[in-house]
């Protein structure tokens, strides 16, 4: 499949199925009130896509890869969130699990698309396949 806009990027796709899911966790649960907290996670949660859609942008691999960087540490700093939202019990071990486990999901995907790109650093990212 020819990737020829940001949408059409799994690691993206993914990541958006990530931020819906702490979106529907900070309305539904005591985090809701926790506005700190809260906005850190839903911040952290969007940057993971902003970041692969503002990097499909920018020029050539090298540029995208520096972004995809930027993505993957948001989901380091989405994860240590949750422990603190797990740790206030704002969410329940079986949520926590579960947004953990898409964490290292879209991690491990964005970590696969950086190596991929990375074989082909001066290429511009929309003239690839996936």
């Given at each position: 499949?020819?990737?020829?806009?940001?949408?059409?990027?799994?690691?993206?796709?993914?990541?958006?199925?990530?931020?819906?899911?702490?979106?529907?966790?900070?309305?539904?649960?005591?985090?809701?009130?926790?506005?700190?907290?809260?906005?850190?996670?839903?911040?952290?949660?969007?940057?993971?896509?902003?970041?692969?859609?503002?990097?499909?942008?920018?020029?050539?691999?090298?540029?995208?890869?520096?972004?995809?960087?930027?993505?993957?540490?948001?989901?380091?700093?989405?994860?240590?969130?949750?422990?603190?939202?797990?740790?206030?019990?704002?969410?329940?071990?079986?949520?926590?699990?579960?947004?953990?486990?898409?964490?290292?999901?879209?991690?491990?995907?964005?970590?696969?698309?950086?190596?991929?790109?990375?074989?082909?650093?001066?290429?511009?990212?929309?003239?690839y396949d996936s």
């Amino acid at each position: 499949m020819k990737i020829e806009r940001f949408e059409d990027i799994e690691a993206w796709q993914i990541a958006r199925k990530l931020c819906k899911a702490v979106y529907e966790l900070a309305s539904s649960s005591g985090l809701g009130k926790d506005f700190s907290l809260k906005d850190q996670m839903t911040r952290s949660s969007g940057s993971i896509m902003d970041n692969i859609a503002e990097g499909f942008d920018g020029g050539t691999n090298r540029e995208f890869v520096r972004f995809l960087q930027y993505s993957k540490r948001s989901c380091s700093e989405l994860q240590s969130q949750l422990y603190r939202c797990l740790d206030q019990s704002y969410c329940t071990t079986k949520q926590f699990e579960e947004l953990h486990t898409q964490i290292n999901v879209t991690r491990n995907k964005i970590g696969a698309f950086i190596n991929y790109l990375s074989k082909h650093l001066d290429r511009r990212p929309s003239s690839y396949d996936s």
